[in-house]
């Protein structure tokens, strides 16, 4: 099995109607991708919920331990954790109020991708929100 993501003109209307993205393993650390992409998305206008229970806050906002303690809906969970945990991310994801799981740039599971799928939840995986949103504005 294959993954197979939204064609470039789905993923530039999930973009565009987007405003919260949830994400999980965002650091703190202005070095590390996750701060610097998801800085890049709250730049562009996009509320951003850091999910790490091992910090309190980035990117000037107070962090959650997990997507359970999100209030509220979410239009994107944008994950940043390695391949082998997305499918419990998945489980998680499934429980609360979301509509796009997206797994970053390198980051693929054909277990979480199908056990999502068979939910009728839209799934993106192996791509960087920060380019396709840069691709979409073009």
Known sequence: MTIENPSREEIKEILK?????AVVGLSNNPERTSYQVSAAMQKAGYEI????PTIDEALGVKAVASLKDIEGHVDIVNVFRRSEQLLDVAKEFVNIDADVFWAQQGLVNEQAYQFLKEKGYTVIMDRCIKVEHALTKA
């Open 17 to 21: 109607k987007a405003k919260r993205i």
């Open 49 to 52: 919920i850091p999910v790490n």
